[in-house]
């Protein structure tokens, strides 16, 4: 996999020419309601993912695949569902649509929903041990087979010596085809945003009352 784009130096164009490339830009989602500090952070991160990628569509070729995690319908609607979802990436997505690149559907309905599902029952944590193990293989299986089938639907559509785009929150399991180029996409401003979510998680865990040791009897 090629390193992260920002942490490297121009890379060669040459050897990327004939090969398939993938950009892979992690999926950073915010709204209004967000913590204003945090959205001008998030902001700042498209603004740094929109130019890393310009840049990189003049080196290795444009972008002529859009592909977008968690989006069930293709063609114009996917769009329009990915405005709704990730406005920033949108942007990005609809300039290179206009300039001829196709948004193809990776997702598979059934399995992106039973992955969410799981999912949620995750979140909302259990009393039982066996249950929460039970949980967590049924979100483990879900997931693997929604991932295999990204892959698939990536390497079906991906045509040889084409550049694709793929947004996918961070942590995926992906595991792209070996003659897939991937370009991570990975600003500066990333690290920040890490950096203040690690910093409000500390500020709310010493926030939080110790728990009271039990009384003696």
């Known amino acids: 996999m090629t390193p992260e784009v920002g942490r490297i130096e121009k890379p060669e164009a040459e050897p990327y020419r004939s090969k398939r490339k993938l950009f892979l830009v992690p999926l950073i989602i915010f709204s209004e309601k967000t913590d204003p500090e945090l959205v001008e952070k998030c902001r700042a991160y498209w603004k740094e993912v ?12 444009v972008v002529q695949r859009i592909y977008h995690e968690s989006i069930i319908d293709s063609g114009p609607e996917g769009l329009a569902t990915i ?3 990730n406005p920033e990436g949108f942007e990005i997505a609809s300039s290179r649509a206009k300039a001829g690149a196709s948004f193809e559907l990776i997702e598979d309905r059934e399995l992106a929903e039973e992955s969410m599902d799981w999912e949620r029952c995750l979140m909302m944590g259990f009393i039982s041990e066996k249950v929460a193990s039970k ?5 483990t ?3 693997h087979k929604r991932y295999e089938h990204i892959a698939k639907r990536i390497d079906e559509t991906l045509k040889a010596e084409e550049t694709g785009i793929l947004f996918i929150k961070e942590g995926h399991r992906l595991q792209f085809p070996r003659d897939i180029e991937v370009f991570i996409i990975f600003p500066p401003t ?17 926030a939080s009352p110790e728990p009271e040791p039990p009384e003696a009897e």
């Open 50 to 61: 929109k130019e890393q990628i310009t840049n990189l569509e003049a080196k290795v070729g």
């Open 83 to 85: 405005q709704e979802f």
């Open 135 to 139: 949980v967590s293989d049924f979100y």
């Open 141 to 143: 299986e879900a997931s």
């Open 190 to 206: 990333l690290d920040a945003i890490h950096r203040w979510l690690r910093e409000q998680a500390e500020k709310r865990r010493k």
